[in-house]
T-cell receptor, first 113, second 111 residues
Framework: GAGVSQSPRYKVAKRGQDVALRCDPI?????LFWYQQALGQGPEFLTY????????KSGLPSDRFFAERPEGSVSTLKIQRTQQEDSAVYLC???????????FGPGTRLTVT | QKEVEQDPGPLSVPEGAIVSLNCTYS??????FMWYRQYSRKGPELLMY????GNKEDGRFTAQVDKSSKYISLFIRDSQPSDSATYLC???????????FGDGTTLTVKP
């Protein structure tokens, strides 16, 4: 079946612009995660949803970052007033209920100029 | 200091060699230990996971967890050029919720 998809794959934003990154999880997966991966580093947790409920947003670096999953399926990560330090790959993962197995999408590479 | 430490390498081995990849951690609450493989410009792909201490084998891959030492390993037997990738360890305290990742070890297997 189809895996996790993310769009856009690449995004260039000028500093100060707002961006929206989309994640389509595997159908039926209850859990959805957002991670940020800087060059040469491992993924860093941002936030986690179980269905439409955002259960953990402890990793969001500032109030410029906002995520939603209104119908318990597609999720959007929004970054307001982008800064250069926001440049990274943003990874989305989904997971069936009751398992640690996370299935990752290809990521969105964000470059802030 | 990071919760999960992983030697970044790079590690270069000849085809057919046995590869050993390792991570240490500081959070004793971690119960689930995962290994992911990440090819360039792709998302991580789960290879295998282990619950608590012990060994787990899957084909050419063996994962070991020693909770008393807070040390985990992934062994790759008969390494192939297609194994060339970055290997990430990850850990979680429960079977739901976030994973904490190491920074990855870059492996190159030369034909």
């Amino acid at each position: 079946g189809a895996g996790v998809s993310q769009s856009p794959r690449y995004k260039v934003a000028k500093r100060g612009q707002d961006v929206a990154l989309r994640c389509d999880p595997i159908s039926g997966h209850v859990s959805l995660f957002w991670y940020q991966q800087a060059l040469g580093q491992g993924p860093e947790f941002l936030t986690y949803f179980q269905n439409e409920a955002q259960l953990d947003k402890s990793g969001l670096p500032s109030d410029r970052f906002f995520a939603e999953r209104p119908e318990g399926s597609v999720s959007t990560l929004k970054i307001q007033r982008t800064q250069q330090e926001d440049s990274a790959v943003y990874l989305c993962a989904s997971s069936p209920e009751g398992t640690v197995e996370q299935y990752f999408g290809p990521g969105t590479r964000l470059t802030v100029t | 200091q990071k919760e999960v430490e992983q030697d970044p390498g790079p590690l270069s081995v000849p085809e057919g060699a046995i590869v050993s990849l390792n991570c240490t951690y500081s959070n004793s609450a971690f119960q689930y230990f995962m290994w992911y493989r990440q090819y360039s410009r792709k998302g991580p792909e789960l290879l295998m996971y282990t619950y608590s201490s012990g060994n787990k084998e899957d084909g050419r891959f063996t994962a070991q967890v020693d909770k008393s030492s807070k040390y985990i390993s992934l062994f790759i037997r008969d390494s192939q050029p297609s194994d060339s990738a970055t290997y990430l360890c990850a850990m979680s305290g429960t079977n739901a919720g976030k994973s904490t990742f190491g920074d990855g070890t870059t492996l190159t297997v030369k034909p």
